[in-house]
T-cell receptor, first 115, second 113 residues
Framework: NAGVTQTPKFRVLKTGQSMTLLCAQDMNHEYMYWYRQDPGMGLRLIHYSVGEGTTAKGEVPDGYNVSRLKKQNFLLGLESAAPSQTSVYFC??????????????FGPGTRLTVT | QQQVKQSPQSLIVQKGGISIINCAYENTAFDYFPWYQQFPGKGPALLIAIRPDVSEKKEGRFTISFNKSAKQFSLHIMDSQPGDSATYFCAASMEAAGNKLTFGGGTRVLVKP
């Protein structure tokens, strides 16, 4: 049981390049989330999904797109990377309990640098 | 505008001492308040959580105190150990908003032996 895994672990991009971050979970969780972590800012929600085929915007969605074609995978795309997107990205998943999603399980993170 | 404000940003405590981290929130619709612990190079992991219908929750050396009228909650780490050295995040969520977590800015705790 690997939990939540993220690919890649590290990446350096040039401004304007595109890339996709992959998140996979093997816990059969309905809900999945993408956060970015910046010093002093905590974690901020980028996009989230409450089920296969559904996505919604979070707190800081601009410059990012997501897709949830399979229940176990949640992809985060950067179409044209900017230096402001230099950050550590975390994926998380959770399950609904009596209509509520409680504990979120986080992946190990992807450190992205945009030069 | 940060909806959950956390203080202090960093904390140094001697082994055996008490670490106290405070959080304040603005939105009274929040109904779930977890604390996450993060070690360097790792993702955050749930430490302890509380709902607003109780004023205190204790799990081992970790206690959450919750003051609904003041819109504040805090984490107390009793008998702090070097292994507790980590970054701690408070968070809040509400069922009506899909249970998305709003995090505080984090507190880096260093426990000196």
């Amino acid at each position: 049981n690997a939990g939540v895994t993220q690919t890649p672990k590290f990446r350096v991009l040039k401004t304007g390049q595109s890339m996709t971050l992959l998140c996979a979970q093997d816990m059969n969780h309905e809900y999945m989330y993408w956060y970015r972590q910046d010093p002093g800012m905590g974690l901020r929600l980028i996009h989230y999904s409450v089920g296969e085929g559904t996505t919604a915007k979070g707190e800081v969605p601009d410059g990012y797109n997501v897709s949830r074609l399979k229940k176990q995978n949640f992809l985060l795309g950067l179409e044209s990377a900017a230096p402001s997107q230099t950050s550590v990205y975390f994926c998380a998943s959770s399950y609904p309990l009596l209509g509520r999603a409680i504990e979120q399980y986080f992946g190990p993170g992807t450190r992205l640098t945009v030069t | 505008q940060q909806q959950v404000k956390q203080s202090p940003q960093s904390l140094i405590v001697q082994k055996g001492g008490i670490s106290i981290i405070n959080c304040a929130y603005e939105n009274t619709a929040f109904d779930y308040f977890p604390w996450y612990q993060q070690f360097p190079g790792k993702g955050p992991a749930l430490l302890i959580a509380i709902r607003p219908d109780v004023s205190e929750k204790k799990e081992g050396r970790f206690t959450i105190s919750f003051n609904k009228s003041a819109k504040q909650f805090s984490l107390h780490i009793m008998d702090s150990q070097p292994g507790d050295s980590a970054t701690y995040f408070c968070a809040a969520s509400m069922e009506a908003a899909g249970n998305k977590l709003t995090f505080g800015g984090g507190t880096r705790v260093l426990v000196k032996p």
